[in-house]
């Protein structure tokens, strides 16, 4: 009996052992191992995670919007609030004249060609006539009627209620970005352009609040300014602030020479009401920026693609008078300067991404949220890069399956690559990072691999 417990004790430490060494060859077989990109991190912690935990507000941010909503005694709120979130997302860009002159023109043309096809002894006049009613009605009916955001008072409170935290939830998640891959950035100065309830100001301060010094807010609408300025005291208007140094302004600052080493536009773009104001107002912006421009727009395909507008403007379009001569760079979400390869795809699905957070504690509020969400950030510093290797964005969900993970990447050459990674095609280490990593996070390029690899079952 003893020997035969001998004989099993010294196959299980042969199997150990013939383990180990396989385990030792395959890191050896591939040379994206530990060494080469976890620098020492646990794989669930590898330097590519940029995803944060569940959001919650600052608790002084929680309580000061509270108490303001329970002053104002708003009817409906929790109903109006839902509305209000519906509508802004369902929000699209509004329609240019020129495609609306087009879209007129074409219609025209189509109505004269089937008029002429049943000729009959018409009066040519009345049928001109005839025609410019159905094309203004029809043109009336089909397209998208933009109408400027107006908010007073009231309205304010509502878009507090439905949008204070998950604006904050995307902002926070966005500079994240810059604190994970950027650790050495201190912005001394900030400036929010169209900062409404001053969501960037308390993001921004929860990542840099012994740097920041002086915080410029920029929003046309004097009420929210109002709001704002009460959130930073608590409700209590005899209170000092809560976050020091924060201005606010219904115009940004005249001197194009006067620059902020953070500049934010979050959910800004989208109301307003042209391609000539919006590549004006990012052109501006981007002239205010000295080392980083941050943009957040809904993450729908009209906020998506806000977003690209912006990002050609700043890297294509060539200004008059040069204030600041150092080049933009992506730094944030794209790994490459390369047409967006989703805009290519038909359907065209939006470059987004999602954030859980805690909303304000309302009726119908209480359990967790997701807020989706699209972003751009440019630079003008040389990119801050995880580490040597090339990395590729994960922009949909990480699919895991028995010894295999579906990841969907967008790559620094431009192209979308859908790989199926496993430890031995891919190295444990790698397959350990995979699994670990989720929608937004980056990840090592793997070697692509053949069709009969990309097999595995879904």
Not at 251 to 270: E, I, N, R, Y
Not at 350 to 379: A, V
């Amino acid at each position: 009996m003893a020997s035969r417990s001998y004989s099993v004790c010294v196959l299980c430490q042969r199997a150990v052992v013939v383990k180990m060494m396989c385990r030792g060859m395959s890191a050896a077989a591939h040379p994206q191992s530990q060494v080469d990109f976890l620098k020492g991190e646990r794989h669930r912690k590898h330097p590519g995670v940029t995803n944060l935990k569940t959001l919650h507000l600052p608790e002084e941010l929680q309580m000061a919007a509270r108490s303001i909503i329970r002053r104002a005694q708003v009817t409906r709120l929790t109903e109006r609030s839902h509305g209000l979130t519906n509508f802004l997302w369902s929000r699209k860009r509004a329609v240019e004249d020129v495609t609306l002159r087009q879209k007129a023109v074409s219609l025209e043309k189509e109505l004269w060609e089937k008029a002429v096809e049943k000729r009959e002894d018409i009066d040519e006049q009345a049928l001109e006539d005839r025609i410019r009613k159905k094309v203004l009605s029809d043109l009336r009916r089909t397209t998208y009627h933009w109408t400027p955001m107006k908010y007073d008072e009231e309205l304010s409170v509502v878009y507090m209620a439905a949008r204070l935290a998950g604006g904050y939830a995307a902002v926070r998640r966005a500079l994240n970005e810059i604190t994970k891959r950027d650790p050495a950035f201190a912005p001394k100065s900030l400036l929010d352009f169209g900062s409404g309830l001053g969501t960037v100001v308390w993001a921004s301060h929860s990542c840099w609040s012994n740097t920041l010094k002086e915080m410029v807010c920029v929003d046309s609408s004097g009420p929210m300014n109002i709001l704002a300025e009460r959130l930073l005291k608590g409700d209590d208007e005899r209170a000092e602030p809560h976050i020091q140094q924060v201005y606010f302004r219904q115009f940004l600052p005249v001197s194009p020479k006067v620059q902020f080493d953070l500049v934010v536009a979050a959910f800004t773009l989208s109301e307003l009401p042209s391609v000539k104001e919006r590549e004006d107002a990012v052109l501006t912006l981007w002239r205010k920026t000295s080392s980083y421009l941050v943009l957040v727009e809904n993450g729908t395909k009209e906020g998506h693609k806000i977003l690209m507008e912006a990002r050609d403007t700043i890297l294509k379009k060539q200004e008059t008078t040069v204030y600041d001569s150092r080049p933009a760079s992506v730094f944030a979400p794209c790994p490459h300067e390369l047409i967006c390869p989703k805009l290519a795809r038909e359907p065209v699905i939006p470059c987004n991404f999602q954030q859980l957070y805690q909303p304000l504690p309302l009726p119908g509020h209480n359990e967790h949220q997701t807020e989706k969400f699209s972003y751009l950030i440019l630079t003008r510093a040389e990119p801050a890069v995880v580490n040597t290797l090339d990395w590729a964005r994960l922009i949909a969900p990480v699919q895991r399956r028995t010894r295999h993970v579906h990841c969907r990447m967008c790559c620094s050459d431009g192209q979308l690559q859908h790989v199926v990674v496993t430890a031995r095609k891919h190295s444990r280490d790698a397959y350990r990072c995979a699994r670990s990593s989720d929608w937004g996070d980056w990840l090592p390029i793997f070697p692509k691999v053949t069709e009969d690899d990309q097999s595995g079952s879904e």
